[in-house]
């Protein structure tokens, strides 16, 4: 069995990183994974092709939560000021999650059964 190396980094007082703490609020907060997903897959998109993508989310969670990974730097909302168009994209930080989720990928399909999907 391969050994996992962890790097020393500074710990809060419950021993846990604080980045580390940080981002899986983020990233563990329910939807949030799957709209950055989409978007890397899938490149820029609107709202509702978005909202199709991650059809179990509700209109108003997914607006919250694409609010709250554009304060976070994650996601950018563009707008056109000549057409009534509002298209959402990953900014550098979010696209930088690319090598993230391509490991969660790759864990889930050695660690998850098809029936857990259901």
């Not at 939560?65 to 000021?81: A, H, K, N």
């Amino acid at each position: 069995m391969a050994k996992t190396v962890v790097t020393a980094t500074p710990c809060g007082e419950d021993g846990l990183c604080p980045k580390f703490a940080k981002i899986f609020s983020i990233l563990g907060k329910k939807w949030n994974g799957l709209i950055i997903e989409a978007l890397l897959k899938n490149g820029t998109q609107r709202f509702k092709q978005l909202a199709g993508m991650v059809p179990t989310c509700s209109d108003r969670v997914l607006v919250e939560r694409l609010r709250e990974l554009e304060s976070e730097g994650f996601v950018e909302r563009v707008t056109y000021p000549h057409a009534a168009l509002i298209e959402y994209r990953l900014t550098e930080r979010g696209a930088s999650l690319a090598p993230v989720m391509g490991a969660i990928h790759t864990w889930a399909d050695e660690w998850i059964t098809p029936e857990e999907c259901r």
